[in-house]
């Protein structure tokens, strides 16, 4: 099926651009966001018609940019949206729900983006791309220009979790660890741009990854029979997520879905990297580089997100917050989660839990509204994190293989 791609738009100064070419951000600087032609989608196509798709983020492939079948897919999507009663109960919610991104290919809602992007890539001939990631976008980058069968160059800051590191050289990808945070592994891939030949998939810099993005926000509506929640709790680094739903949430509406009213968005993040939460308290429309960024919720370590006016652009318009917690708070939080309702989450995710008590101690939400909280990505991804928590005593070479030697 051709898709319905109008055209490109800068979402600072509205340029225009043609679709079915390669781009990064617009001649300003502002990212580029697709735009669809809504009233033949519309015509075309109904809510009803969404369960006859596939169980993927694919079922939503009208309002994605892609032409025909060639999709690069792992099954990314269709998460489940659990209801979290136990926890709900402890901390005075009547209706609370996690929409599990850890159950993702490579463990995160990353994998949405990048089917999307390298998919994209493709498509328009890319063969070789590269990425600055705090981990996760890199683990997927690596999984789907696998499955591609194209060129990954990924550069990380040196104390990335562990299995980021092992699933990037495991898919095959060139990984290079950077002494510094990802807005310096930013600079390198921009540099290589010109004498590598590289295709720069860094968040926002790149138009598609949000596409897929996105669909977080058509699924939840979908799961909640079309009816949005009263707030959406999301863990905030370079904000795509939220820009994301965001826009999937203006298309539905145009699209006749859902009406007007929309959950307010909570931007969520660590109390050591809080630049969107000190610009949404100073009233600022952009954020300052937040020096000497540190947390273990190591996706929450994006000392200027790109998009960062796009983030309290939505935050404000939904009548939301942005909010910070420690890293005390969400390990704690994500132990609770655990114990209470069988889910490890990753840290980012428990990030929102830790802030869901705050905003209802201060007043700030109600038992009675109806919460989603996006947890992004395993727990399973972070056990230098949540070990901190649980240190053994020291063990051998042979028992940290597991037995591997001599089998126990
Ligand atoms: C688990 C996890 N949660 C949240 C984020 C932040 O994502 P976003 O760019 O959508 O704010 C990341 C980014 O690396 C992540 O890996
Ligand atoms: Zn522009």
Same mark, same amino acid.
């Given at each position: 099926m051709p898709n319905k791609v109008t055209h490109l738009e800068c979402s600072l100064c509205r340029k225009m651009y043609p679709a079915g070419r390669v781009h990064n951000?617009?001649?300003?600087g502002g990212p580029l966001l697709v735009r669809y032609d809504l009233e033949d989608i519309r015509r075309n196509w109904s809510r009803e018609a969404v369960?006859?798709?596939?169980?993927?983020?694919?079922?939503y492939a009208p309002v994605l940019?892609?032409?025909?079948?060639?999709v690069v897919t792992?099954?990314?999507?269709?998460?489940p949206l659990v209801r979290t009663s136990r926890l709900g109960a402890r901390v005075g919610v009547q209706e609370l729900w996690v929409k599990d991104e850890g159950l993702n290919p490579t463990g995160s809602f990353k994998a949405r983006g990048l089917s999307c992007a390298i998919s994209m890539a493709v498509q328009l001939g890319i063969r070789k791309v590269a990425i600055p990631s705090a981990g996760n976008a890199a683990s997927a980058l690596a999984a789907y220009a696998a499955a591609a069968g194209i060129d990954a160059h990924i550069f990380m800051p040196l104390d990335v979790p562990q299995s980021n590191y092992i699933e990037c050289q495991a898919f095959g990808a060139r990984v290079t660890l950077v002494d510094g945070l990802i807005s310096d592994c930013a600079k390198i891939v921009a540099a290589g741009r010109?004498?590598?030949g590289w295709f720069d998939v860094s968040t926002l810099k790149e138009p598609y990854r949000i596409e897929g993005k996105k669909t977080m926000g058509y699924e939840v509506a979908e799961q909640l029979h079309w009816e949005l929640p009263d707030v959406i709790f999301y863990p905030t680094g370079g904000g795509v997520g939220i820009i994301g739903m965001w826009k999937a949430f203006a298309e539905m509406e145009a699209l006749g879905w859902i009406g007007s009213r929309r959950p307010k968005m909570i931007a969520v993040q660590a109390e050591g990297c809080q630049p969107v939460v000190r610009a949404y308290e100073n009233g600022h429309d952009r954020s300052e580089f937040w020096q000497n960024a540190r947390t273990v919720a190591s996706g929450l370590?994006?000392? !200027?997100?790109?998009?960062d006016f796009l983030i309290l652009e939505a935050v404000r318009a939904s009548g939301g917050a942005a909010v910070a917690v420690s890293d005390r708070e969400l390990i704690a939080a994500g132990l609770e989660l655990a114990s209470l309702e069988g889910m490890f989450v990753a840290p980012e995710g428990a990030a929102c839990v830790a802030a869901l008590r705050k905003l209802l101690q201060n007043g700030?939400?109600?038992?009675s509204d109806r919460i989603v909280i996006y947890n992004?990505?395993?727990?399973? !991804?972070y056990l230098e994190a949540y070990s901190t928590r649980f240190p053994r005593p020291d063990l051998s070479e042979q028992d940290k293989l597991g037995g591997l030697i001599t089998p126990r």
């Open positions: 951000l617009c001649e300003c369960a006859d798709g596939p169980l993927s983020m694919w079922r940019p892609l032409n025909g079948n060639s792992l099954g990314e999507g269709m998460t010109d004498t590598e370590r994006v000392p !200027k997100p790109l998009g700030f939400l109600k038992s992004t990505g395993a727990g399973l !991804k």
